[in-house]
């Protein structure tokens, strides 16, 4: 969630370390726009998650995340 250029995460509320606007440290963001037969349609919901709290909803999941390296980091 951004707050006056700021980010938090949606879960446990922290406040996601910047500088000069580049976040320094892990975090996921999502960003999805419900469609037609969906409970949900034409609403949009955008939230941001910290590496722990990515962490702990990922470890919930049934069928684990696909997970691969990669060679050029961003």
Same mark, same amino acid.
């Given at each position: 969630?951004? $707050?006056?250029?700021?980010?938090?995460?949606? #879960?446990?509320?922290? &406040?996601?370390?910047? $500088? *000069? !606007?580049?976040? #320094?440290?892990?975090? @996921? +963001?999502? !960003?999805?726009?419900?469609?037609? @037969?969906?409970?949900? !349609?034409?609403? #949009?919901? #955008?939230?941001d998650? =910290? *590496? +722990? =709290?990515? !962490?702990?909803?990922?470890?919930?999941? $049934?069928?684990?995340? &696909? *997970?691969? *390296?990669?060679?050029?980091?961003?």
């Open positions: 969630m951004k $707050r006056e250029n700021k980010i938090f995460c949606n #879960r446990c509320g922290k &406040e996601l370390q910047q $500088r *000069e !606007d580049v976040v #320094r440290e892990g975090y @996921f +963001s999502a !960003d999805v726009s419900f469609g037609y @037969f969906s409970n949900k !349609d034409g609403l #949009r919901h #955008r939230w998650l =910290c *590496e +722990s =709290c990515y !962490d702990a909803l990922t470890d919930s999941f $049934r069928i684990p995340v &696909e *997970e691969s *390296e990669v060679s050029e980091l961003v």
